[in-house]
């Protein structure tokens, strides 16, 4: 199975047309192309288990809370990588290709992940 992502609102908008530019393959939607604009981040993580995306958000203070609940709570939680918006833009664009060609879904699944990697 293909690793899928969702990108949370506040996602930079030049980083994931970089994304889709450097790999037109990857699939990655924004929280405002499937109608979550201005949803709170419980309906957010509740549309990435139901479609089985790894969300990716720069909200580092409390984007990971709700997904620790949603462990604790023994829900669905495909994974989510907080992503510090100091983090260089062609640094976050090389390591979301890694990490969609290197690994598989499962392997994401309930944990919550900090950019970069190294």
Do not use: C
């Not at 969702?6 to 990655?28: C, Q, V, W, Y």
């Not at 109608?35 to 995306?53: N, Q, S, Y």
């Amino acid at each position: 199975m293909t690793i899928k992502f969702l990108a949370d609102e506040n996602f930079d908008h030049k980083t994931l047309a970089g994304l889709k530019r450097r790999e037109p393959d990857l699939d990655i939607v924004a929280v405002q192309e499937v109608g979550l604009r201005e949803a709170d981040d419980p309906e957010v993580l509740e549309w990435a288990a139901t479609e089985e995306r790894i969300v990716v958000t720069h909200d580092v203070s409390t984007f990971a809370d709700f997904a620790y609940e949603r462990i604790a709570a023994e829900l669905p939680m495909p994974g989510v990588i907080e992503i510090p918006e100091s983090v260089p833009r062609s640094v976050i664009i090389d390591e979301l290709i890694m990490i969609a060609g290197a690994s598989e879904p499962n392997d994401w699944v309930n944990l919550v992940v900090y950019l970069p990697l190294r």
